[in-house]
């Protein structure tokens, strides 16, 4: 196969920042939970690459089939591969693609199909390569080849964008935990394969109080190396949702003692660890239940599917808050607009 651009032509990569950078030269995005992923279409060949240069042709045969399709003859494209469901999107049905059967794939393929939302046009349908232009003129181009070629075509999104940080504050309002983060880039600048300095992203932290439903031994240790944390549901059963492990180094032999003190069934009256989860490992049910009388504060960055979505950071434990409070209403949002929705809306 023969494109505009090689296949392990290198994204340009984001710098984690803690505050948003301002100014006429930014545009911000929002950050979609899903797969980056390089797509190179030449008539009806296309090959879709991960961040990593890694093929995923395999894994999304509807997203090949769609770009196959698309009425365009040839293009390079960059954007992020998520799965839809229901109002918000699910990084585990995402997850669930990279199997090795592929009758397997097809199946979720089929019942859960994954959408490609574009932020970037390197090439054109002409094969005029984009890369060296600035991205105020790509985004252009960009509008311009998704009006002509998305039309009608729901395997294809164009992600929304703005100039106005009162537009982003909206998002975090609206979209709360169902938003993983906002991207800022130049719109001076060319597209900087394998570069950080003409992109940032951004993820608001939150914290909210968990109680600890168990914990795990350090390997091949006699001491606590993480805990395991909890949330109440409305019918009052404690769900997993997650773990700590950051433990000062200093006071974990003395936590260690604390928390076998507390050892008694069940932990967690409802979900329980060791289930199905996507950091699992074959430790997963190695773990001590706990009396639910401990309640941590911990920082996170992202909540989806009843669960934190990485490991949190462990801040102070709460000996003035009560377990019952700490409920999944701390995670929640009341959203003004869905996610998916949002998909529909190409920013201001």
């Given at each position: 196969m023969t494109f505009a651009l090689p296949t392990d032509y290198a994204p340009m990569e984001a710098k984690l920042v803690t505050t948003l950078p301002e100014g006429p030269q930014w545009q911000y995005e929002p950050k979609w939970d899903g797969f980056r992923c390089l797509a190179f279409k030449n008539g009806a060949d296309v090959d879709l690459r991960s961040k990593a240069g890694q093929p995923f042709n395999r894994y999304f045969p509807e997203i090949v089939a769609a770009l196959q399709t698309l009425p365009v003859p040839q293009c390079v494209l960059d954007g992020e591969l998520v799965v839809p469901q229901g109002d918000t999107l699910s990084f585990d049905e995402l997850l669930m693609r990279i199997h090795p059967a592929e009758s397997r794939v097809r199946k979720l393929a089929r019942e859960h199909p994954a959408v490609y939302i574009v932020f970037d046009l390197l090439v054109d349908e002409d094969g005029t390569p984009l890369v060296g232009r600035p991205l105020a003129q790509r985004r252009i181009e960009l509008e311009r080849f998704a009006g002509k070629a998305f039309d009608e075509r729901p395997a294809f999104r164009l992600s929304p964008m703005t100039h106005r940080r009162t537009d982003v504050d909206r998002w975090f309002d609206s979209l709360g935990a169902e938003l993983d983060g906002v991207i800022a880039k130049r719109t001076d600048l060319p597209y900087r394969t394998g570069d950080r300095t003409g992109m940032q992203k951004f993820k608001r932290m939150r914290t909210a109080d968990c109680v600890v439903g168990g914990f795990r031994y350090g390997?091949?240790?006699?001491?606590?190396?993480?805990?395991?944390?909890?949330?109440?549901?409305?019918?009052?059963?404690?769900?997993?949702?997650?773990?700590?492990?950051?433990?000062?180094?200093?006071?974990?032999?003395?936590?260690?003692?604390?928390?076998?003190?507390?050892?008694?069934?069940?932990?967690?009256?409802?979900?329980?660890?060791?289930?199905?989860?996507?950091?699992?490992?074959?430790?997963?049910?190695?773990?001590?239940?706990?009396?639910?009388?401990?309640?941590?504060?911990?920082?996170?960055?992202?909540?989806?599917?009843?669960?934190?979505?990485?490991?949190?950071?462990?801040?102070?434990?709460?000996?003035?808050?009560?377990?019952?409070?700490?409920?999944?209403?701390?995670?929640?949002?009341?959203?003004?607009?869905?996610?998916?929705?949002?998909?529909?809306?190409a920013g201001g």
């Open positions: 390997t091949s240790t006699g001491v606590v190396g993480s805990l395991l944390l909890g949330l109440f549901d409305d019918d009052g059963l404690l769900h997993h949702v997650g773990f700590t492990s950051n433990i000062p180094r200093d006071d974990r032999t003395a936590l260690t003692a604390k928390l076998e003190q507390l050892i008694e069934q069940p932990g967690f009256t409802g979900r329980a660890p060791g289930g199905p989860s996507r950091w699992s490992t074959e430790r997963s049910g190695e773990w001590q239940p706990l009396r639910n009388s401990l309640v941590v504060e911990v920082r996170y960055d992202h909540f989806s599917a009843g669960r934190f979505r990485h490991g949190t950071s462990f801040l102070r434990f709460r000996p003035d808050k009560a377990p019952a409070q700490c409920t999944f209403d701390q995670v929640r949002h009341e959203a003004a607009a869905t996610l998916v929705a949002s998909l529909a809306a």
